[in-house]
Every structure is written in structure tokens, then in C-alpha cells.
């Protein structure tokens, strides 16, 4: 019994989407575990700011995303859970308590809005892609584990 008191108690769960196919499963488990353990659910999408490479000189391209095109991605993302919640019969909406994105790197704003929205569980879908591809592009996954704050296995 003294070990059930030592299990860390889930409130919040950040779910971090890239929208793609696979990340269906990471929101049906976020879902999951909200029911389960009465928790909420804040959803981010992180656009990452595009770079250019111009005669070898690689260049920044401005972060500001125009108000309109976040607009769209986040009517993306409450058109998604709501079908979710009709077609699924997956019963999220009432979960989810924020939906934001953001247009910067993608493992900083992960865990700034974990710390800032005080989520205790952070959920990551995989994009699937090939190894080559997860090896050259980096892997955003593993980058929040190992820098998040307080993680469990």
C-alpha cells in the first residue's frame, strides 16, 4: 500500500500533436488516461520556424506566423477532436481545456507550456518516419524526455 502512495497524481496532460495520421493514437491514449484519472488536457501544435540556405549561408526566416494561419491550425485542431468525439464516439471535448500553437522550436515550447499550463504528463505522438529520417532530422521526442523536469518509467 505504501508503494500506491508513492505513484505521482495526473491532473493535467499536455498533448503535443504534428497532425499527422500517427498522432491520432497519442490522443486516443492522452484521452484515455484524462478519463481514467479525471484529468484535463491542453492540445499544442508547434510550427517550427522555417530556415533557407542561400550560397551556403543558412537563414533564418521570420518566426511570426500570421494571426490568420494559427487560426486555421488551431480551428484544425477543435475540428479534429470534436469529429473525434462524434465518428470515434470518443468522448474528448469536454476534456480539453486549451488548444494553442505556437511557432517556434518545437522541444522549447513543449516544455514551456507544460510549466506554464502546470501539466504533469507530457504526450507525444510519433511521426513515422523511417529511422534515416528520425536520425538526420533529430527526434523531438526524446529531446523533451531528456530535458523535461520530472520524468517516471
Excluded at 48 to 60: D, L, M
Excluded at 103 to 113: C, F, G, N, S, Y
Amino acid at each position: 500500500m505504501e508503494d500506491r502512495e508513492m505513484i505521482p497524481r495526473i491532473k493535467k496532460i499536455l498533448y503535443s500533436t504534428d497532425l499527422s495520421k500517427n498522432s491520432i493514437y497519442a490522443f486516443c491514449f492522452a484521452v484515455d488516461m484524462a478519463k481514467k484519472y479525471d484529468e484535463k488536457i491542453c492540445i499544442l501544435h508547434v510550427v517550427e520556424p522555417f530556415s533557407a540556405t542561400f550560397g551556403g549561408r543558412t537563414v533564418k526566416l521570420p518566426q511570426g506566423e500570421p494571426k490568420a494561419s494559427i487560426t486555421v491550425i488551431r480551428n484544425r485542431i477543435q475540428n479534429f477532436y470534436n469529429k473525434m468525439e462524434e465518428k470515434e464516439n470518443l468522448a474528448c471535448v469536454a476534456l480539453v481545456t486549451k488548444t494553442f500553437v505556437q511557432t517556434r522550436d518545437p522541444v522549447q515550447e513543449i516544455l514551456k507550456a507544460a510549466d506554464q499550463e502546470g501539466c504533469d504528463l507530457i504526450v507525444l505522438g510519433n511521426h513515422g518516419k523511417g529511422f534515416v529520417e528520425r536520425s538526420l532530422l533529430g527526434n523531438v521526442s526524446r529531446s523533451v524526455m531528456d530535458r523535461t523536469k520530472n520524468w517516471f518509467s
